[in-house]
C-alpha cells in the first residue's frame, strides 16, 4: 500500500524556521519528480505546489518562496524533506508532499502555522 506520511509541522513564530520530512512507502519513487503542496486556510480544493525536485535532483519553485523555502530528498531513505525559512503568517497552510504531478494517494499533511 502507497502512504506519504508527512511530519514536523507546528507553530512558529514569524521569521522562524522549519524543516518539514514526507517518507514514502509502498513503492520506490525515486525515478519520480516529488513535490510539496500546500493548502491555505479557505482553500479547501485548492493544493499550490510549492517545491518541486526531479529524480535527478533538480529543484524548481514559484517565486512567491524561491528565496525561501529548500527542497531536498534521500532516495536511500525515500524520504523528501523542506526546509522553510523566514517563515511568514502567509505561509500557514497544510503541508503535503506528493508526486508531480499528483497521485491520488495524499497524505494527512503537516500543519504550519506561522503566528505571533
Known amino acids: 500500500q502507497v502512504q506519504l506520511v508527512e511530519s514536523g509541522g507546528g507553530l512558529v513564530q514569524p521569521g522562524g524556521s522549519l524543516r518539514l520530512s514526507c517518507v514514502a512507502s509502498g513503492r520506490d519513487f525515486s525515478g519520480n519528480d516529488m513535490g510539496w503542496y500546500r493548502q491555505a486556510p479557505g482553500k479547501q480544493r485548492e493544493r499550490e505546489l510549492i517545491?518541486?525536485?526531479?529524480?535527478?535532483?533538480?529543484?524548481n519553485y514559484p517565486d512567491s518562496v524561491k528565496d525561501q523555502f529548500a527542497i531536498s530528498r534521500d532516495a536511500a531513505k525515500n524520504t523528501v524533506y523542506l526546509h522553510m525559512f523566514r517563515l511568514k503568517p502567509e505561509d500557514t497552510a497544510v503541508y503535503y508532499c506528493?508526486?508531480?504531478?499528483?497521485?491520488?494517494?495524499w497524505g494527512q499533511g503537516t500543519q504550519v502555522t506561522v503566528s505571533s
Open positions: 506528493n508526486t508531480v504531478p499528483p497521485n491520488d494517494n
Open positions: 517545491a518541486r525536485i526531479s529524480s535527478r535532483g533538480s529543484v
